[in-house]
């Protein structure tokens, strides 16, 4: 709007003289354009001619002052360049998109889009519009047609039409609802082999160690799973399959403890340890962090390294599949900034092959 009336005022300023002087005006109008042309030509010898908004601008205004017969003489430009230098800075006045930024609804923020796309990714079976309630419960109003325009620009199609979870959502859901079972062995530092049990739950990643033996019998299984069921106590009405492989230890009073708290009994292919992998695993991390770096001496000190590591394993080791929490936690403690004010507590356990750390209350 300001180089527009500058425009106006220019033009104006340089056509008063032509009302006394015409012809001697229009002379000196051709003589400013051809010294502001060479200015042009001398600032740039090296490279192509290329006017700058100073230069149409004055060159646009002085148009006035020359007739247009004689514009093919005194401009280096076609008159239609010309002319549409002057259209540009007539558009000008007209043109109100700096206006319309500041005016509207305000765009959405990138934390909320971000929100609805984590919604909508996590939950296949939410429509737009069930997302939008749940927003508003978070404190977010948001419309619904806000809510579909961010999904579809992220090509996320409808609830109804849209893909089925994938493996890793389906059996994470399935987890919920299994408790896994596998015999370990131990070994002395005489050389004698020791045997105990481990159950995982799979939703929780909570870890049961119910006993150590030398000699696993069918009956010491099932008393296994009694000692299981009694530590469960509520928790057992959760759960719906207990996963085993074929060992003939896992005997019918085995099965019959978990089938009379209504769990099914799923049996592992033979030879196929990946179908309990989670169990496997678990089996694993107990002989690197623990059994491979302790000389156990007999079943009474087995039984109690075992438990001692056990109560780590569920009430302090992170877990990447809990998003770094133990099994036992339930959320993620306040988030600590003061580091220079909090002592930390260093507790050793195993003998210090482990250590567990605390900032003091």
């Not at 009994?265 to 623990?290: D, F, Q, Y």
Request: net charge positive; hydrophobic share 45%; proline share 6%.
């Amino acid at each position: 709007m300001i180089v527009l009336l500058l425009y106006r005022v220019t033009r104006a300023l340089l056509a008063l003289p032509s009302v006394v002087l015409r012809r001697e005006t229009a002379k000196d109008a051709e003589l400013l354009v051809l010294r502001h042309e060479n200015a042009v030509l001398r600032r740039q010898l090296k490279g192509p001619v290329r006017y700058e908004p100073a230069d149409r601008f004055w060159l646009a205004a002085l148009s006035s002052l020359i007739p247009r017969r004689r514009w093919a003489d005194a401009f280096s430009v076609t008159p239609k360049t010309l002319l549409a230098w002057h259209r540009r800075l007539i558009v000008k006045k007209w043109d109100y998109s700096a206006r319309r930024a500041h005016t509207g609804r305000p765009p959405t923020a990138a934390a909320l889009k971000k929100l609805v796309l984590r919604m909508a990714n996590e939950n296949p079976q939410w429509g737009h519009r069930r997302i939008q309630g749940e927003l508003a419960w978070l404190g977010h109003p948001i419309a619904p047609s806000t809510v579909w325009e961010i999904l579809n620009a992220a090509g996320i199609a409808p609830a109804p039409r849209r893909s089925g979870p994938s493996w890793r959502e389906f059996l994470t859901a399935q987890a919920e609802g299994i408790v896994a079972a596998d015999f370990f062995h131990v070994d002395t530092a005489l050389g004698a082999r020791l045997y105990a049990m481990a159950f995982l739950e799979l939703g929780t990643r909570r870890l049961h160690i119910t006993g150590v033996t030398t000699h696993p019998t069918g009956a010491w299984a099932a008393q296994q799973a009694r000692n299981l069921a009694a530590d469960l106590d509520t928790r057992i009405e959760s759960l719906r399959f207990l996963l085993r492989d074929r060992d003939t230890k896992y005997t019918a009073p085995f099965d019959a403890v978990f089938e009379a708290e209504g769990i099914d009994v799923l049996l592992s292919a033979p030879r196929a340890p990946r179908m309990n992998a989670h169990c496997e695993r678990v089996i694993g991390t107990i002989r690197r962090e623990a059994l491979d770096h302790v000389l156990i001496l007999n079943e009474a000190h087995a039984d109690r390294i075992l438990s001692e590591y056990q109560d780590h394993y569920n009430g302090h080791r992170p877990h990447r599949a809990r998003d770094q929490r133990p099994p036992n936690a339930l959320e993620h403690p306040a988030t600590v900034t003061d580091l220079q004010g909090r002592r930390l507590l260093r507790t050793r356990l195993l003998g210090g092959t482990i250590n567990e750390y605390r900032y003091v209350a």
